[in-house]
């Protein structure tokens, strides 16, 4: 595997290869990116996993500062998952002095974290942008985690008429539950284990929904009320929407309603997401 | 030449060329819009030209609903000047329902058109950008009658990784000076003879700088004598801008410093510009 910080050295490197697969990440990679790489290296021939720590995506007062890098661990794990290159553009490279151009997405950029982090989504839909024409994948992989990032990955390459595919791949999670995310890194071991309390809510919305329940706010209470023993969570916010990331009274269309939660947690702030449906498979033949 | 409206139709007309020119403009062609077609002619195996009046760069108020669009002059000019394709994609096509997506630059983008008129670099930034990735030309080529139009566009396609030359073809002028813009449909003979105020202004600034004048004000108050002789005219911006479109007091780099001017006359909104130095060769031997 190849690690490369430059544009002029990646581009040499990349001319010729018949498909690329990008995926993206702010490094510290866990199982779910893993999981990504090793998907991106069945579909392509080459696979490029960028690691960028992108200053445009955090807000201020927002964990910039200690977001969690270590490049070795990074190079091990994209490695051992079958990546061909590790892209580590500097901070210099992607926004150099007179950068002066941001995407912006509102519909399914609006609400949620849009809403609870202002100025997010333009900063992940830029480096996303400036990701896709520095590699020129023909598929570009995401996690489910984000989902809500997914939406607007999607929306921005359609609008913007880019010729990728944007792959999404389920999230990893913990034994315990807990969707596998870099920032979990600011948890102990134990706080962790009581992070889980976010997956046990979604899985509690997923069991009203299966005992007939078809009111959103029910379903939701049911989620809530999991929420409850948690005394140090604090609730962001804990929705169910439709495809299009619309909230809606009852459900409808079951097959495309999905649960969302963020939070905070021991100062830490965690989203997750699930189907308010899970597929046969993911259930384990639970159904 | 062939007439396209659908991106799926030019792609597959596009695959397997070697290099694409694109010209990207709103129609009613003239002979600048030739000029530009020509020179992408020499330099390119394919010449594309789209028409596409762009209702994301159109203020409210401004003239969306009356821009001059004539379809069989375009394709005979277009034709004339050696395109192969003329792109016509409808705005449903360009902005289907739920599109959400906007490129916003400061920089170049604020002050003079960007200040009179909020959203319009955004949208020529939106729709430049998604007809380079809709094309995919080596090269793309722009008038530098729109100036800041010329900075933002290459603003962008720097910031956001683009693989594409940006390049800027001279102003063509009728014999008066006036410069050629599609909007000087809206003008009847008399006033279009008028309307070389603009360009007159702009040479008595550069003769006041060749005079040995080098105070940015004193250059300006040239032109806005001459200004004076059309009463007709309301003057919106006379400036004088190095080549990051700043203003500055005193010419210390005269190769990059550019005259800037718009108005209205007749109730026409009229833009125009010109380097404070003439190239030898434009000036036809008169240094």
Redesign the interface.
Known sequence: MKLIES?SELHATLSGVSSVGLVPTMGYLHDGHASLIRRARIENEVVVVSVFVNPLQFGRGEDLGRYPRDLPHDLRVAQDAGAHVLFTPSVETMYPV????????????DGFEGASRPGHFSGV??VV??LL??V?PARAYFGEKDWQQLAVVR??TT?????VDIVACPTMREPSGLALSSRNAYLTAEQRERASVLASALRAAQKAYRRGERRSAAILDAARLVLLSEREFTLDYLSLVDE?LGEFERVTNPASARLLIAGRLFGVRLIDNMPLVEEVSALGGRT
């Open positions: 544009p007179g950068f002066a151009t941001r995407v912006e997405v509102t519909g399914p950029g839909a830029t942008l400036k024409n520095l020129k929306r921005v609008d913007l008429n880019l010729d299009h």
